[in-house]
């Protein structure tokens, strides 16, 4: 089954979750403030993000916000760019799609500035309702590095139930694996 018919004639390109957060669809234009971001953050980024080794320049950035659009021009499943107070501070967004089986994975990421202030899990909460009410998905999964306590305490606070542990499930550019724990919630769960 595919997405709802209309979903990408409207996608919501601008989400406003309160006073203080803001979810609005990555264009080309954000490619400097995004690598600027991820520049000045390496240290914390890397830890957890392998694509951080492999961005050296906003060209570097750009070409990944390209990857995101059709030929057509348009994005099929939104990745958004998240502003605390109208600053950049991380990107969120949707991947891993399966149309078929009505289920798709959340990403997410912020700089170190904007942690500890519930920004992640309140963009989180708007994804998954997204998800589940205009997307018409069944099945969401959130998979983080299982020593990566502050992206894994995100899922657990909003009722996500932990599914095991994919071993080895991502490979960092020193050639080292790191274990990823899925934590999953189904739309009768997050209704009910």
């Known amino acids: ?56 320049s906003s060209e570097d950035t750009l070409s990944f916000i390209k990857t995101l659009f059709n030929a057509e ?11 605390y107070q109208g600053e950049f501070c991380g990107l969120a967004g949707y991947n891993g799609a399966n149309n078929g089986n009505k289920k798709l994975q959340i990403g997410y990421w912020l700089t170190e500035k904007f942690l500890k202030k519930g920004i992640m899990t309140l963009t989180v909460r708007a994804l998954v309702n997204i998800a589940f009410d205009v997307m018409d998905m069944n099945s969401i999964r959130i998979k983080c590095a299982v020593n990566n306590e502050q992206s894994r305490a ?10 095991g542990v994919e071993r080895q499930g991502e490979l960092y ?13 189904l739309a009768e769960e997050w209704r009910g």
């Open 1 to 56: 089954m595919a997405l709802k018919s209309d979903f990408i004639n409207k996608i919501m390109y601008k989400i406003q979750i309160d006073e203080n957060i803001t979810l609005r669809c990555i264009v080309a234009e954000d490619a400097e403030a995004i690598f600027h971001a991820i520049d000045s953050n390496r240290v914390h980024l890397s830890a957890f993000l392998p694509f951080v080794e492999f961005t050296k």
């Open 73 to 83: 021009g348009k994005m099929p499943i939104p990745t958004y760019v998240v502003e």
């Open 154 to 163: 995100i899922p657990l606070r909003l009722g996500f139930k932990s599914e």
């Open 173 to 185: 550019a020193d050639g080292s694996f790191a274990d990823l724990e899925v934590f999953s919630i």
